[in-house]
C-alpha cells in the first residue's frame, strides 16, 4: 500500500501534565534521531499524536525503526486523501481490499477535529458502512472487537485513513527520566537490565571492565557489539572502557580468597559511580538477580553497596533466569551473550566465594589496598567510544573459533 504517514500515539507521557511538552519534545527528538536515514520524511508532533508524513519513504523500513522508539504507544500507517466523499470511497476501498482479508469482521470509526466538515462522525460511518455493503458484500459490521477498524481521521488539511493499529514499545522517551551508568558484562543479564533502563526513559551509558591479558579482545569486542543492540533503542551510546588489570592482580595478591569478589565488585562500584559523578550520571544500572550466583545474595549486595550511597537499579533483580532469557531473545542480545568469551570476573573468581560476606571484613580487607591510587590509574586508562547500532565490532565465526583454539 502505497501510505502517505505514520500517525504515531503517545505512551504513557500523555498522563504527564504540564510536563508533557517536554515529553512530546523529547519524543520529537527521539524520532527524528531514530529516523534520520530517511531524509524525504517531515515529522509533525502535536499534542495528542506525532505525525510522519512519509514522501515517498518506504512505510516497512520507517515502521521498523519506530518499533525501538520508547514512548510510543501505538502507531498506524494511513493514507491521506482529499476532502470529498468520491476520494474517501475509492482510497477506502483500496485499502480495504489490501489490508482486510475475505470474510473479515471491521467496524468504521470516525474522529473529526474540523468540525466544518459536511458529514459527522455519526454520518461519516454510516456513509462509509453503506458504501462497503455495496463494494465489499463478504464483510460483516461488528461493532464489539472486529477483526479489523477502518479508522477516519477528519483534520483540517485532508482526511486520513488507517486499518491497522501496531503496538509500539511503550515505556517513556530516552532521557526524559535522566542519565544512568549500566554496568555492562558479556553476560545475558546486564543487557537485559540495560533494556529496561532505556524503557523507563533513562539514558544510559555503558561501563564495561576489562583485564588484558587474561581477557581477549573478543571479550571487549562482544561488549561493545552487546551494545550495537541497545542503541537502536537510544539513538547511539557511549562505551566506556575500564582496564580493571592492574586491581585484579593487586587483589589477588592481597585479599584472602573468600573476599577477592567482594572486594573486586566494591572496586567496581567505586569506580562506575566515580564514573557516573564526573559525566552526570545520577544512578548505577547493574544485572544483578538475587541469589543467582555467590555475588548476588543479599548479603552480598550488603557488602558491595556500601562503597556508594548512589542509586542502584536492579531491573532484573526479581527475575527468574528463564524469564531473562525470553527478553535477551527478544532483544537479540542472547545468541552474543552466550559465546563464551571469559569476563573479568570470571577469570578471578575463587573457586569458593563467600556467599555472606561480612560487611566489616569486607571494608578491612579493603582498607590494605591503596583504593585512591588504584582508581586513579584505572580512570587515567579509559577510553570513551560512541556505539550506533550499524557498528559491527567482531567477526563471530572468526573469534569464536580463535578463542577455542
Ligand atoms: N566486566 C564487567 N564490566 C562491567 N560490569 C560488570 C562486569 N562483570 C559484571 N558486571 C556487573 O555485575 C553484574 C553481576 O555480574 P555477575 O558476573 O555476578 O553476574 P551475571 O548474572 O553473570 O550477570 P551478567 O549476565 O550481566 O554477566 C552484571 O550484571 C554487571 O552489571
Redesign the pocket.
Known sequence: MNYSEIMVRYGELSTKGKNRQAFIGRLHGNITKALHEFPALTIRPKRDRLHIELNGEDSTAVMARLSKVFGIQSYSPSVKVAKEMAAVHEAALALMNETVPEGSSYKVYTRRSDHTFELDTNEMNLNLGDFFVDHRPDLKVQMRQPDFTLRVEVRREAIYLSTQTILGAGGMPVGTAGKAM????????????GYYALKRGVDIEM????SPPYTSDSALNK?KQLTTKLAPYAGYIKFIQ?P?TEIQETIKATVPEGYLMTVQ?RL?LRL?AALAEKRGGLAI?????IG?????TLESMVAINDVTTMPIIRPVATMDKTE?IKVAEDIDTYAL?IMPFE????IFAPPSPKTKPNLDKSRYFESKLDVAGLMERALAGVKITEIKSSDEFMNQDQDLITELL
Open positions: 549500566l554496568m555492562l558484562s558479556g553476560g545475558i543479564d546486564s543487557p537485559v537490565a561501563v564495561h571492565f576489562f561488549a575500564v580493571f565488585r567496581m562506575t544500572v547493574n544485572g544483578e538477580s543467582q550466583v555467590a555475588s548476588q531473562i551473550s569476563d573479568c570476573c570470571t
